[in-house]
């Protein structure tokens, strides 16, 4: 099934999905964000505005860029989805 990676917020218990670790061109990247209004994974510009959009939305807070493999459960938490951050961005 594989390695999920994802950033989350402790504090206010929200996280950005983005998905699998991929090895392209001899290098590993993550898959992207999931669009829900495209049905569709996303590796473009906008993920950088959604990334952008949460960072500035939880600043001073602590973030822990982690994957599904170790302790830190996400599973109370609410995922923040790409479409929402592309809004508010």
Known sequence: MGTYYHLSCGQCRQYLHFGKKLRKDNKDKLQGMYSEKTNTW???????????????????????????????????????ELDHLLKIG
Do not use: C, T, Y
């Open 42 to 80: 996303v590796n473009d510009a906008r993920i950088w505005d959604a990334l952008q959009a949460f960072l500035l939305e939880h600043r001073g807070h602590v973030l822990i860029f982690d994957n599904d493999d170790n302790d830190i459960a996400i599973e109370d938490s609410v995922e923040v």
